[in-house]
């Protein structure tokens, strides 16, 4: 066998990989393909790396340096018409280097050992697999060589096929799962002095921001940063236009912090317009109900202070996270919002899923009314990128639900309605806001 793949891989082109296809009741078969022949290419920048995220190299080129054995990579599509398809994958190897991989779709597998020809992009066929059902699929690339030896330069998956029609997967190099968010309804012409609202995350995987208090100067919620890092961070924005960079915004234009709490960090911002920053390292609880309020107190035609407020759960009282002046278009609260984002990449591919409940607003008589009534949107990834963003009513709850590759879909500014409670939480009585 040897030989004879030998005497004939000299009259091949240079851009032919050849494979030893190991199919499971298919015996041992010489294949051979070239890297230029059509399908559906996904990049492999596309493509997830388990259980390290950042276990590997991924740029637009590609993946590199993946050396390690326990290490996988996942592509992630939603196959809408069960059948055949075939794979391949597209990769670089040293001249004669050889990677030995396989491939699981489904519940079948099939293992190859492909032969590197150095700078030329080789095409490692790993034959068929049946879709039985429409869905989301997971094709899942594992190294069987030795740790510390390279598996190959990956630069996409290749499918072919009756089950390629219709399907979709995302092909841009953002991986980040799309970002949701909920907005509420408020009466015309009201006068919102306070906005409260709860937060119980049921997923928790690094790089997640569970927004809870949003409205048109800021925001307020609890990230998960690092493995041992949470935070509760209360933001506001400048005035003006300023994307980036917080020295090009006036003096004028500059909200300034009036306060902060014990423990809490206050800075500038930029990167996402520019503003006022907070936030206390906090280790929330998943499953845990967080509660949130923000307060808006005018003090004149052109200057509102905006403050957030923290209730903690083992003190059992409300924490000042910090107060800020904020000029020129300030006032009371509107556009009020929640969201649930994905801000680190590399794991966009978890599940996001967080509930949002007892939503109340204050007006300007001091009266708390209740709101049960919220739409749903998405960030440009959700619209034809990322497909697995969606919200619903849950235990008479909003839940965002975003990321996972799992079924769910929501029509972008669909309105859902979460039964009235009729009852004033009792953590409302708020602490006198900082002058």
Same mark, same amino acid.
């Given at each position: 066998?040897?030989?004879?793949?030998?005497?004939?891989?000299?009259?091949?082109?240079?851009?032919?990989?050849?494979?030893?296809?190991?199919?499971?009741?298919?015996?041992?078969?010489?294949?051979?393909?070239?890297?230029? /022949?059509?399908?559906?290419?996904?990049?492999?920048?596309?493509?997830?790396? +388990?259980?390290?995220?950042?276990?590997?190299?991924?740029?637009?080129?590609?993946?590199? +340096?993946?050396?390690?054995?326990?290490?996988?990579?996942?592509? @992630?599509? %939603?196959?809408?018409?069960?059948?055949?398809?075939?794979?391949?994958?597209?990769?670089?190897?040293? +001249?004669?280097?050889?990677?030995?991989?396989?491939?699981?779709?489904?519940? &079948?597998?099939? %293992?190859?050992?492909?032969?590197?020809?150095?700078?030329?992009?080789?095409?490692? +066929?790993?034959?068929? @697999? /049946?879709?039985?059902?429409?869905?989301?699929?997971? $094709?899942?690339?594992?190294?069987?060589?030795?740790?510390?030896?390279?598996?190959?330069?990956?630069?996409?998956?290749?499918?072919?096929?009756?089950?390629?029609?219709?399907?979709?997967?995302?092909?841009?190099?953002? *991986?980040?799962?799309?970002?949701?968010?909920?907005?509420?309804?408020?009466?015309?012409?009201?006068?919102?002095?306070?906005?409260?609202?709860?937060?119980?995350?049921?997923?928790?995987?690094?790089?997640?921001?569970?927004?809870?208090?949003?409205?048109?100067?800021?925001?307020? &919620?609890?990230?998960?940063?690092?493995?041992?890092? *949470?935070?509760?961070?209360?933001?506001?924005?400048?005035?003006?236009?300023?994307?980036?960079?917080?020295?090009?915004?006036?003096?004028?234009?500059?909200?300034?912090?009036?306060?902060?709490? %014990?423990?809490?960090?206050?800075? &500038? @911002?930029? #990167?996402?317009?520019?503003?006022?920053?907070?936030?206390?390292?906090?280790?929330?609880?998943?499953?845990?109900?967080?509660?949130?309020?923000?307060?808006?107190?005018?003090?004149?035609?052109?200057?509102?202070?905006?403050?957030?407020?923290?209730?903690?759960?083992?003190?059992?009282?409300?924490?000042?996270?910090?107060?800020? =002046?904020?000029?020129?278009?300030?006032?009371?609260? *509107?556009?009020?919002?929640?969201?649930?984002?994905?801000?680190?990449?590399?794991?966009?591919?978890?599940?996001?899923?967080?509930?949002?409940?007892?939503?109340?607003? =204050?007006?300007?008589?001091?009266?708390?009314?209740?709101?049960?009534?919220?739409?749903?949107?998405?960030?440009?990834? &959700?619209?034809?990128? *990322?497909?697995?963003?969606?919200?619903?009513?849950?235990?008479?709850?909003?839940?965002?639900?975003?990321?996972?590759?799992?079924?769910? $879909?929501?029509?972008? #500014?669909?309105?859902?309605?979460?039964?009235?409670? #009729?009852?004033?939480?009792? %953590?409302?009585?708020?602490?006198?806001?900082?002058?």
């Amino acid at each position: 066998m040897k030989n004879s793949i030998e005497s004939i891989s000299g009259k091949l082109s240079l851009s032919v990989c050849w494979v030893l296809l190991l199919a499971s009741g298919a015996g041992l078969a010489e294949v051979a393909k070239p890297a230029s /022949d059509t399908g559906l290419r996904v990049p492999a920048f596309c493509a997830y790396l +388990d259980p390290n995220p950042e276990g590997a190299s991924v740029d637009n080129s590609g993946i590199h +340096d993946w050396q390690d054995p326990a290490l996988k990579v996942l592509w @992630f599509g %939603e196959i809408k018409t069960p059948g055949k398809i075939t794979c391949s994958v597209e990769l670089k190897l040293p +001249d004669g280097a050889t990677s030995r991989l396989r491939l699981r779709v489904g519940s &079948g597998s099939n %293992e190859v050992v492909a032969k590197g020809q150095g700078s030329h992009t080789v095409s490692v +066929d790993f034959g068929s @697999f /049946d879709i039985a059902a429409a869905g989301y699929q997971t $094709f899942s690339l594992e190294s069987l060589n030795l740790k510390g030896q390279s598996a190959g330069q990956l630069e996409a998956l290749v499918l072919a096929g009756p089950a390629t029609r219709q399907a979709h997967f995302n092909l841009k190099a953002r *991986r980040n799962a799309a970002s949701v968010h909920l907005t509420y309804p408020l009466p015309k012409d009201v006068k919102a002095t306070a906005f409260y609202c709860e937060v119980t995350g049921v997923d928790d995987p690094l790089w997640t921001y569970y927004m809870a208090c949003g409205w048109h100067r800021g925001y307020f &919620g609890m990230q998960v940063n690092s493995p041992s890092e *949470r935070r509760i961070i209360f933001s506001v924005w400048d005035s003006g236009n300023e994307a980036n960079d917080r020295r090009k915004v006036k003096a004028a234009d500059c909200v300034q912090l009036v306060a902060k709490g %014990e423990g809490v960090v206050a800075d &500038g @911002f930029g #990167g996402e317009g520019t503003g006022g920053h907070s936030h206390l390292v906090y280790p929330w609880k998943t499953g845990e109900k967080q509660r949130f309020v923000v307060t808006a107190k005018p003090e004149d035609p052109t200057h509102t202070v905006y403050s957030g407020y923290f209730f903690h759960p083992e003190q059992r009282q409300w924490l000042l996270i910090s107060s800020w =002046r904020a000029p020129k278009d300030g006032g009371y609260l *509107r556009d009020l919002y929640s969201f649930s984002e994905n801000f680190g990449g590399s794991n966009g591919h978890l599940r996001r899923k967080a509930l949002f409940s007892g939503q109340w607003f =204050r007006n300007s008589a001091d009266q708390w009314i209740e709101v049960c009534d919220a739409s749903f949107s998405h960030d440009e990834t &959700g619209k034809s990128d *990322r497909l697995d963003r969606f919200m619903g009513v849950e235990n008479g709850q909003f839940f965002l639900s975003h990321g996972g590759f799992s079924a769910g $879909f929501t029509e972008y #500014g669909k309105a859902f309605q979460r039964p009235p409670s #009729g009852k004033v939480p009792a %953590e409302l009585l708020l602490p006198m806001a900082p002058k």
